[in-house]
T-cell receptor
Framework: QQQVKQSPQSLIVQKGGISIINCAYE??????FPWYQQFPGKGPALLIA?????SEKKEGRFTISFNKSAKQFSLHIMDSQPGDSATYFC????????????FGTGTKLQVIP | DGGITQSPKYLFRKEGQNVTLSCEQN?????MYWYRQDPGQGLRLIYY???????QKGDIAEGYSVSREKKESFPLTVTSAQKNPTAFYLC???????????FGPGTRLTVL
């Protein structure tokens, strides 16, 4: 029940295209859903996050879509650029105080010119 | 500059030896975490600490130990009991009451 399932494992997108990464969760107590971006040899960094009271959040070219009834959320990267090539992790946790963060298994994105 | 530092970046150890990975933060964060990253498995929680002198086991604590004597420091010891220690180790911290985790640059441990 604590799992966060992420797909695809890897993704190749042409420059200017849309990258889409999907995640699904089971624990209905989760109410914070971040996405982290990790470049090779570096630690992950928070990219964008959403709470379940909204269905979509956009920051620049990055958008999270959230479907509470389906317990799914996804990251869309519009106008994908070679600099977006990285590994992306979705995650989920509860709200407030210390809450354990459960991470997906990661998606390695490659944007080709 | 505020942030999290991990040292060393690369670490080699002979089988059967204990090794300690350093993690220091100057963000004044209360909570600190250790994760292990393996290809295709995401980030798995080893230990976490919410306050000084207190820490809890995560999902894969066997073969690891930690201490939290200072708010700024959370070292991880990989003991000889850890059967498959070769991995990328990430330290993170977060402020009280917030979910966002701030990660260090990681230490890649290789057992020879």
């Amino acid at each position: 029940q604590q799992q966060v399932k992420q797909s695809p494992q890897s993704l190749i997108v042409q420059k200017g295209g849309i990258s889409i990464i999907n995640c699904a969760y089971e624990n209905t107590a989760f109410d914070y859903f971040p996405w982290y971006q990790q470049f090779p040899g570096k630690g992950p960094a928070l990219l964008i996050a959403i709470r379940p009271d909204v269905s979509e959040k956009k920051e620049g070219r990055f958008t999270i879509s959230f479907n509470k009834s389906a317990k799914q959320f996804s990251l869309h990267i519009m106008d994908s650029q070679p600099g977006d090539s990285a590994t992306y992790f979705c995650a989920a946790s509860g709200e407030g105080g210390y809450q354990k963060v459960t991470f997906g298994t990661g998606t390695k994105l490659q944007v080709i010119p | 500059d505020g942030g999290i530092t991990q040292s060393p970046k690369y670490l080699f150890r002979k089988e059967g030896q204990n090794v300690t990975l350093s993690c220091e933060q100057n963000l004044n964060h209360d909570a600190m975490y250790w994760y292990r990253q393996d290809p295709g498995q995401g980030l798995r929680l080893i230990y976490y600490s919410q306050i000084v002198n207190d820490f809890q086991k995560g999902d894969i604590a066997e073969g690891y130990s930690v201490s939290r004597e200072k708010k700024e420091s959370f070292p991880l010891t990989v003991t000889s009991a850890q059967k498959n220690p070769t991995a990328f180790y990430l330290c993170a911290s977060s402020p009280r009451g917030f979910n966002e985790q701030f990660f260090g640059p990681g230490t890649r441990l290789t057992v020879l």
